[in-house]
């Protein structure tokens, strides 16, 4: 059954026609303007042959044009996948070939795959928007899939995750209830497109009136919140971090009112550093599959609780592990043709492969992920838990532990350590997580943080536990007495 809701961007058009939707650097657009460029784009979609129901893989960087097509697809009926832009052409055309991609837009126009039809988009400005009075309502179906994010496929070939609109529509409903936004609101889009947190800014923006804010090219995140009305901001610890650091930079110099943070255990210096600036942030717990958000709460230095929740979400623990539904839930993993696998429980639940627990209020606790967990001389270790402890340590910025091979106890914990503290002494923290911890979860081996910064949103833990590999192979090999030559 078809389910009709009203165009968030068409509605704002008519209501504020002339309130700021978008803002990059000086260059900015009314509401009226960007559903003007919008409906531009879409006809230029439409006049280049695609139809409902069409896979468009979108190659690009955040920017308006991005911006614009995505919403086009959404009226068009287009699905959309965007790429990371820095994602290699060999994969992207696999990519292709394995999705059923229909067609291809890439903004550096370098790319071309087999079998694809490439698109282009006129860069000029829309026609002048047409009066308010004269915009008619446009309705959207709810149930129609409106786009795909690529899992990070650590584990084997990325998952093509679908959403219908309607998720990502009661996505950012829920959002809002925790998190307050509206029309005088400004929330920067500090993650990118092709991630599901920086899809669930577009939509909560334009459902709430609120402007969305970019960084001009070359303008850093520091200068940006400086320089703009920025009442909040979506940032993993590593992202907060680095912009602590910045040189003469205060929170306080900003209109920053919301700082929601996610994707990795929060440090409680972090926590602490935050709090000393008059701004305490939240933490969330989400994932793909759910287009996002499923639990939101303020941090708290004490513990690593994400709280409840959100409104029209669902979550349950069985056998420890996280499993989730609710009108968020993702339509399933996408391949050729259309074809749609959504892997539930017999019941209708989601098993996330997270682990958590209930701390004693109610608020969710997570633990890791089952299948980061490793056994030491026989005793399961979930390295999550080990980073939790040292996060809360105030020399630890940063932290991952990785498994390291070993011939007598099978693997050994090995922490990597972003922290002010030299690699000589990164072993004190030994002493500290002696009492907090059980002996086999104390780590054999201590490394500082790579100083080539891993990229991405968050560190992985496959190009780290290559650096730790890497590391210690060679200070064993310099170990190693000299044989003697005849």
Not at 162 to 167: F, I, K, T
Not at 225 to 248: D, I, K, M, N
Not at 256 to 285: E, F, K, N
Not at 467 to 477: I, N, V
């Amino acid at each position: 059954m078809t389910e009709s809701i009203p165009c968030p961007l068409r509605e704002q058009a008519r209501r504020r026609p002339d309130a700021t939707a978008y803002c990059c650097g000086e260059d900015s657009l009314t509401f009226a303007a960007l559903d003007a460029a919008v409906e531009s784009t879409r006809q230029q979609l439409q006049a280049q042959g695609l139809h409902a129901g069409d896979l468009l893989l979108a190659r690009a960087g955040n920017g308006l044009p991005l911006l614009r097509l995505i919403w086009a697809c959404l009226r068009a009926g287009v699905l959309i996948c965007p790429l990371n832009p820095r994602l290699p052409p060999a994969q992207c055309d696999a990519l292709a070939r394995r999705l059923g991609a229909r067609a291809l837009w890439d903004d550096s126009g370098t790319l071309t795959l087999t079998e694809v039809a490439h698109l282009t988009f006129s860069a000029g400005r829309a026609p002048h928007p047409a009066a308010a009075t004269t915009l008619p309502p446009l309705w959207l179906d709810a149930a129609r899939l409106a786009n795909l994010t690529l899992t990070s496929g650590s584990l084997g070939e990325p998952k093509a995750v679908a959403h219908r609109l309607g998720a990502h529509i009661a996505s950012a409903r829920g959002s809002a209830l925790r998190l307050p936004l509206g029309e005088e609101d400004g929330w920067l889009l500090s993650l990118p497109l092709f991630h599901v947190g920086g899809f669930a800014i577009v939509v909560r923006c334009l459902l709430a009136g609120a402007r969305l804010v970019l960084p001009a090219a070359g303008e850093s995140l520091s200068e940006c919140l400086r320089g703009h009305a920025v009442s909040h901001l979506s940032l993993v610890p590593t992202q907060l971090w680095r912009l602590l650091q910045q040189p003469e930079f205060a929170l306080a110099e900003t209109r920053l009112r919301h700082l929601l943070l996610g994707g990795a255990p929060i440090p409680a210096a972090l926590v602490s550093a935050c709090r000393a600036q008059g701004l305490t942030p939240w933490v969330s717990y989400g994932l793909s599959e759910m287009a996002s958000q499923v639990c939101t709460a303020p941090a708290s230095a004490d513990d690593a609780g994400v709280g409840t929740p959100l409104p029209e979400r669902a979550l349950r623990l069985e056998h420890g592990e996280i499993q989730v539904r609710g009108a968020t839930l993702f339509a399933g993993y996408y391949t050729a043709g259309g074809t749609l696998t959504r892997p539930l429980t017999a019941d209708g639940w989601f098993a996330t492969g997270d682990l958590g627990r209930y701390l004693p209020d109610g608020r969710l606790e997570v633990l890791g992920r089952r299948d980061n967990r490793f056994i030491c001389g026989g005793e399961n270790i979930q390295p999550e838990q080990i980073e939790q402890q040292l996060a809360q340590h105030p020399a630890v910025h940063q932290v991952i532990v990785v498994p390291r091979d070993d011939a007598e106890w099978g693997q050994q914990p090995v922490a990597i350590v972003d922290s002010p503290l030299t690699e000589a002494e990164l072993p004190q923290l030994a002493t500290w997580l002696r009492p907090r911890l059980p002996g086999y979860l104390i780590p054999r081996h201590w490394l500082v943080w790579p100083p080539q910064e891993p990229t991405g949103l968050k560190p992985g833990r496959h190009p780290l536990a290559a650096y730790a590999a890497s590391r210690l192979d060679a200070a064993q090999a310099e170990s190693k007495p000299t044989q003697p030559t005849d």
